[in-house]
């Protein structure tokens, strides 16, 4: 059961800005609910006011905008997986959002949404860290634009401000000397363990690796990349880097900040993070 | 507009036109208002069923406009202005869908309890890929459980109903 709320609906970014300045704490942004109301079922928390931004237009829309994919930020998951634009350029993202949760939350949830309630077992979050990806926040008087690093501070804690939004993801197009993959493991309805990994390669003959990235989510608080496992396979080839996978991994689980819940014990999903960074390493470099 | 704020929320209502099974409905509903119990206890339409309460197990399943959702989480307001079907409007003039005939013959349920959230999710499945395999059957079926695990008759009974459909003995209602 709900408790009694009211409803604010703004059409424009600046009005829903302005609401949240006016109602600070007893309000909160809702789009597709599919977390947020959850919680306030559970009585866990309690606002007065939802503020529902999705009669704000087109902040649903996926594009090529200047070299970069950009996501409105009320694109459901399923928008996502249909995107012809996100289809031709980032399939691993849309591999990914087609298997977030379920078919009805996929219909319902919202990209934003699920980054800026920040539920530590999500999945976007991991794979938006190896793209380097920029976040576009706006409020009244203007728009400043954070890297996804920077974004995620806590478990259900974002640096976006009280009358900030999130409006839009910036993705840089990934080159076509490359390869990406996410890999998520679990036994209950959210994942234990996500993996994300990208390596470049250099002059695009494939034989060396210019650039490794990492990220794991689910595991601890939040999602982060794991800069101490990219490095031992810098510059390598790809098979050097094959041989340095298992320790990459390691490093990864190690660095990943796991902690123990119910998803599994701190050890289990060290282990876990290991496995997957072999296996998205190794499908990374399938998909280049 | 909102008034000054208070610390318990007051009363709003809020306008809801939609359709449900072909027939519309005006309605006042408050925003916390649930789309699950606004069908059951509002329009008597009891088929959608509250099981997990969080999104996970499709017992609360309707078509919004066509697309699944979770009635349970999903404040009526949303709504306003669609079309929703429930498994009371799959029949057409007292025939069965071919998903329903099936699920009779081939023993798709046990308690039914799942049974309409089933049958509403493998219409959609089955409106977009009439010919599915196994595999894509599992994947797009994931988010319904059936807690008596009878699972196997379950894909067997959608399969059928889709072979039934492609031979063309019905066509699939909208």
Redesign the interface.
């Given at each position: 059961m709900?408790?009694?709320?009211?409803?604010?609906e703004p059409d424009t970014i600046q009005a829903a800005s302005d609401l949240l300045v006016?109602?600070g704490d007893?309000a909160r942004l809702y789009a597709g609910?599919?977390e947020l109301?959850?919680v306030m079922?559970e009585g866990l928390v309690r606002y007065?006011?939802?503020i529902n931004i999705k009669q704000i237009p087109n902040l649903n829309q996926v594009k090529l905008d200047n070299g970069a994919i950009s996501i409105g930020a009320l694109a459901t998951h399923?928008e996502l997986t249909v995107s012809p634009v996100l289809r031709e350029s980032l399939p691993a993202l849309v591999q990914m959002e087609n298997n977030v949760?379920?078919?009805?939350?996929r219909?319902?949830g919202t990209i934003g949404g699920n980054l800026c309630f920040a539920e530590p077992h999500a999945d976007p979050g991991t794979l938006l860290l190896v793209l380097g990806a920029k976040l576009i926040a706006a409020k009244k008087t203007g728009q400043r634009e954070i890297a996804v690093e920077n974004f995620f501070r806590d478990a259900y804690e974002t640096s976006l401000e009280s009358d900030e939004l999130l409006t839009e993801i910036r993705i840089p197009r990934p080159s076509a000397a490359g390869g990406l993959a996410y890999l998520k493991f679990g036994y209950l309805?959210r994942p234990s363990v996500g993996v994300a990994v990208r390596v470049e390669f250099n002059g695009g003959e494939k034989k060396w690796i210019a650039e490794a990235r990492i990220a794991v989510g689910c595991a601890g608080p939040a999602p982060r990349r794991v800069e101490e496992a990219e490095a031992p396979l810098k510059g390598k080839s790809i098979q050097e880097a094959t041989h340095l996978i298992d320790e990459a991994g390691g490093i990864a689980g190690r660095a990943s900040q796991a902690i123990s819940d119910l998803h599994g014990s701190q050890e289990y999903k060290e282990h876990i993070v290991q496995v997957l960074v072999k296996r998205a390493f190794q499908q990374a470099v399938q998909k280049s | 507009m909102a008034t000054a704020s208070s610390k318990a929320a007051e009363r709003q209502t809020i306008a809801l036109s939609f359709t449900v099974n072909g027939r519309a409905y005006d309605l006042d509903v408050e925003p916390h208002e649930l789309l699950l119990d606004v069908i059951r206890d509002r329009l008597a339409l009891t088929g959608a069923k509250r099981s997990c309460d969080v999104q996970v197990c499709g017992a609360c399943t309707l078509l919004l406009d066509g697309r699944p959702v979770s009635a349970c989480t999903l404040p009526a307001f949303e709504a306003r202005g669609k079309k929703i079907l429930t498994i009371e409007g799959l029949a057409e003039n007292g025939t069965l869908h071919p998903l329903q005939q099936a699920f009779i013959e081939h023993g798709g349920f046990q308690c039914g309890f799942c049974t309409p959230g089933m049958i509403l999710t493998a219409k959609l499945l089955l409106d977009e890929n009439p010919d599915p395999t196994e595999k894509e059957l599992k994947h797009f079926m994931h988010g319904n459980i059936c807690r008596c695990t009878g699972y196997k008759k379950i894909v067997e009974s959608i399969l059928a109903a889709a072979k039934k459909m492609r031979s063309g003995a019905r066509s699939g209602k909208n």
């Open positions: 709900l408790r009694r709320f009211r409803l604010e006016r109602f007893a609910g599919t109301l959850l079922k007065e006011r939802l399923r949760a379920n078919i009805r939350v219909e319902v309805e | -």
